[in-house]
């Protein structure tokens, strides 16, 4: 753990220049991930910019009926939101599902999103890593990958990503509005992460110095019927092996609108864009739902050790859709 | 206090050292404290100017250290000592492989310590450890555990000194003979302690007397074994080396016997003399340094007749153990008397590989055995088509199968027949028959059981402070069990007292001698070890004694345990839920019943028995240490990654014991609770998951993917 | 009387925690090392190098730690759990990984429950941390520890701290109103949450108890719960 020099922010143009003139700087947030990552030898920054305590704190309602979220907004508060519960469910139960208590109350939506994966040889610097030393290969291929990516990965990097609550804004298609040397740009979320390619190091789409000041969620009246399912090893306190988001809205036995994203699959959140095509405009049953499913996996390719996760993923979205299905008849 | 329900009573002979405090649910002694945070654990120690340590561990699973580049960490301000084996002190004893620290470049596992760096502050002891540059000449490595290993081999005998095998009567012929026979494998994984409070010490060298002394607060089961073993290793005379142990975060065995830091602290501490020392192992160094559960790949053979009558049992056990040091589990142990058999064998055999050193995780040997067997017991229930509690009861031997010997007190039939009533048993379903929305539910049931466990040697003292104030002096330790209490109950009934006259010391060799506080001994060791001494002392300084009337003695002799065949036993029932879609498993329900002679303190002790059962619950469905052979060190070497349960994970655990005493044994009448609750209860966890999804797992852990289908 | 236990401890230059029996009345070995702590507590067994010169990555600041303003030079790296137990002499939250992953460190940092571990304690300038050694300002026990002695919600000790600390704040958080994964939805946004066992155990699931006293450790909570009906604190 070499030294580094701490200062705190005065706003996010601040922030943004301090770190953007020192190549070694971080921004400190919750802390919960990159202070994991200093003790573990996995990054070393010399400078950090403390941006918690800039106000980019609130939740905000937006005039067309969306909401904006500060970047420095915690988990715990943003799960406890009353538009957040009642108008965007999933993204309650996401955070919900997510660490715990403690760390919600610590962890910010930003550090949330750029949470790095918790693979174990990521984690660990005593085996090469491509993600963390690049070109220096990926044990994880032929490695202990359980828990590691069925979609979209490469044979640089298998890595997932942790977070649930990006797997609810995926589902949602937030916006990520982001502060950078030249001024703020919008990134829709399916743009924030990348899956790893030959360039696996790089998690997501923000240039060097760019900082996320806020999540903006537009108006979508489907997602008051949505939720969040998380499958893990334990009831508590444990990453997905598999998660999902749903959004479903029915009308007549129908599906109007359905957002599907999976979790603990891949390197990024994962938008279930084929299962979406699959169901829209088709009728809302069990064989539906689980077809669809079966549509999205059919690009699944798993390792050596994690190919329980097609079925688990196939029967999380079903069990999810029907889930809400009976939701919606339950509150009909 | 409150029982959960009445036990009924067997064998309720009276002891001697019956009274108002011993029974008596009576609140933990060092509960204030504790919950306040103000219970000093090793590391808190007060320490003037300490030091601090961090390791350095190899990177290689085997070969030798071929460099070492330590002048950018010995450039760093605040540095104040880099030790290898290139500048570490010599060691008088190098016996024993594990405690033989930086005494060549050799590297016989990945992970093991090749150096450390001290300094003023932690932070730069860590950077100092990350400025060190160590290179190594690496050799091919083998950390795999087969059942076709060539290179398997018999031990002399298993921990706790058994046996390594058994061979009783025609087994071979009585299976082949039998209606019934179940052949199944089973598989239990590497598992790690991990008790809460991590491997800490703060050592002392001091210089400034006649002869060197060294002084360690450690976080230990026993002080007076790692006294000992430090005196050894480091050629200091025993009285000279002072171990302090008050408080103690969890052990589970991993605390049972010293470690390597623990030597490494003192070669640290004796470059620096006068200055404390202090290590605490990271949780990550925890999996490389602090001992571990070997795996156990068993197979375990079960003949019966059309009635389920035993006729033959073979259970064989192959297990791991590290290149520097042998540790050869008891696993099969269990087989050699928990049934009526008429034929049985039973076997051991270990791989030497470049592994770290396995060492007592609780239970050992019975736990992962009486998985493997109990796990065979359900599927012989099944395949002779009987209830697998009849098929138990109708399994019991009347004596000791493998001594002849009598029982000192066996009351499983009593157990399981409780347990059964307690649970509702009887609403268990056919397999697969229960279903609750999206979840499927089945119930399970095992036995348990552990040997009851007296150690020779401890003494205590017994000291009239006056004013109506008795002092009770022993070297023993409490990791969580109770035994500040507990202790003190057995005194102040011996000596006639209200508790509070009584001032219980334990933790420190400055005390009077105490075997380790493991295998379930402590109360059956100590506790006598008390009895006795307070009995001497009244009859020695009478009800009236004169200010600082000392006694000390050990234990009574006890020859009559020798004619017993000793044990304890217990059933457990277990109620599962499986996710019908994504295969997680949830225990809504657990009962455990249990026969283990006197309950000196019901409160603590039903934290003992549910603390168990948490274990056993956490051996089915969560415990795995994950190894990469290519690397050869276990990966999920944390607590976000090695699961152990949640409060989520745990929900209803109702346990009741049998009123009982067993004289036999010792003159408290206790057998020891503190391992019995993990015995079994993996494998009526195993039981309850088959009777929900007609799915037999058998090799541990049952994690959600064994599942999904 | 100590020189009945072979040698005086001091002779070794460090201090014996615990009381001795001497002649006449002892008190109780365990309210000792109370005493003790709350005497030393912050004099002694302080880290000393990491006073040292170290231009900026070195910071002083100031936190209220249970009641008090307490000044403290850290080095950046330092994390608050390691400023309060090695700088300041308050060991009351534990260590148990150091990454957030079992809930040893938990503390009260402006009234919410927080991991020590994971802050840096340069960024807690100005902030108000709570232990478990000052959950009550009397010197006694908070009813959420008395529950947890007369349950025997603890064996080992060394989560319990952090399991006491995040009790509290479970209460403080439901009687808010915040959610949890178990939370029906049909209680609306802004009401208390009442705590049922499944929420008690849903919420704790970050204090990880090895001795696995969770069951007694709910009977503690559900009942100051109950002593305490949830209604909204702010």
Known sequence: ?332 | MTLTGTPPAVGTAVGPAVGPAVGRGVRRLDGRVKVRGMARYAFEQLAESPAYLHLLQSTVARGRVSDVDASEAEALEGVLLVLTHLNSPKLADTSDGEYTVLQSPGVAFRGQIVGCVVATSPEVARHGAELVRIRYDEHPHDTRLREDDPDLYAPDEVNASFPTDTDEGPVEEALRSSAVVVDQRYSTPMEHNNPMEPHSCIATWDESQERPTLTVYDSTQGAHGVASTLAKVLGLAQQDVRVISPYVGGGFGSKGLPHAHNVLVALAARTLPGRPVKLALTRQQMFFLAGYRTPTLQRVRIGADADGRITGLVHEAVEQTSRIKEFAEQTTVVSRNMYAARARRTSHRLAALDVPVPSWMRAPGEAPGMYGLEHAMDELAEACGLDPVELRIRNDPPADPETGKPWSGRHLVECLRVGAERFGWSRRGPTGSRRDGDWLVGFGVASSTYPGNVMPGSVARVRYGGRGHYAVHIGAADIGTGSWTALNQVAADALGLAMNRVHLEIGDTALPMATVEGGSSGMASHGSAILEACRRFREEHGESPEPGATTESAAAEHPEAKEYATHSYGAQFVEVRVDADTGEVRVPRMVGVFSCGRIVNPRTARSQFRGGMVWGLSMALFEHSIVDHRFGHVMNHDLADYHVPTNADVVDIDVSWLDETDLHLNPLGVRGIGEIGITGTAAAVASAVHNATGIRVRDLPITPDTLVR | MPGSAGRDASAYGVGVAFARCDDGYTPDVHEAAETRETREAGEAGVASGATEAMEATEAKLTLTVDGSARTVTVDTRTSLLDALRERLGVTSPKKGCDHGQCGACTVLLDGRRTLSCLSLAVAQQGRDVVTASGLDDSGDLHPMQEAFVEHDALQCGYCTPGQICSAVGVLEEAAAGHPSLVTDPDVPAGSAVPLTDDEIRERMSGNLCRCGAYVDIVAAIRDVAAQRPPVPSR
């Not at chain 1, 919900?96 to 910010?108: E, H, K, P, Y």
């Not at chain 1, 994966?117 to 610097?125: K, S």
């Not at chain 1, 699959?265 to 994962?270: D, E, I, L, Q």
Request: net charge neutral; glycine share 8%.
């Open chain 1, 1 to 332: 753990m070499r030294p580094f020099t701490y200062e705190r922010a005065l706003d996010p143009a601040d922030a943004v220049a301090r770190v953007a003139a020192h190549p070694d700087a971080a921004y400190l947030g919750g802390g919960t991930n990159l202070v994991d990552h200093l003790r573990l030898g996995v990054a070393a920054p010399g400078r950090l910019v403390d941006v918690s305590r800039l106000a980019l704190d609130r939740v905000e309602s937006r005039d067309d009926g969306g909401l904006r979220i500060g970047a420095a907004v915690r988990n715990s508060d943003l799960a406890a939101h009353p538009s957040v519960r009642h108008d965007f469910p999933v993204l309650s139960q996401a955070l919900l599902a997510g660490a715990s208590g403690q760390i919600r109350n610590m962890a910010t939506t930003a550090g949330n999103l750029l949470q790095r994966t918790r693979c174990r040889y990521f984690q660990d610097v005593t085996t090469p890593c491509n993600k963390r030393e690049p070109g220096s290969g990926c044990p994880a291929v032929e490695g202990r990958n359980r828990t590691l990516a069925i979609l979209g990965a490469s044979e640089h990097c298998v890595a997932t990503h942790p977070s649930d609550m990006a797997v609810a804004l995926a589902a949602l298609d937030a916006d990520v509005v982001v502060l950078g040397p030249s001024g703020e740009r919008r990134i829709p979320m399916a743009d924030l992460h990348r899956l790893p390619g030959d360039e696996p190091a790089r998690d997501t789409t923000l240039d060097p110095g760019e900082l996320i000041t806020a999540v903006e969620l537009a108006p979508l009246p489907a997602a008051r019927r949505s939720a969040y399912r998380k499958v893990r090893d334990r009831a508590s306190y444990a990453f997905a092996l598999v998660s999902v988001a749903a959004v479903l809205e029915v009308e007549d036995g129908v599906v109007r609108e359905v957002r599907i994203a999976l979790g603990g699959v891949a390197h990024k959140p994962w938008r279930a864009t084929r299962a979406e095509e699959a169901l829209r405009g088709r009728e809302a049953t069990a064989e539906g739902f689980r077809a669809a499913a079966e549509a999205e996996l059919g690009a699944a390719r798993p390792l050596s050790e994690n190919a329980f996760k097609v079925p688990m993923a196939r029967n999380a979205i079903t069990a999810t859709l029907r889930g809400l299905v009976r939701a919606a008849g339950e509150r009909a």
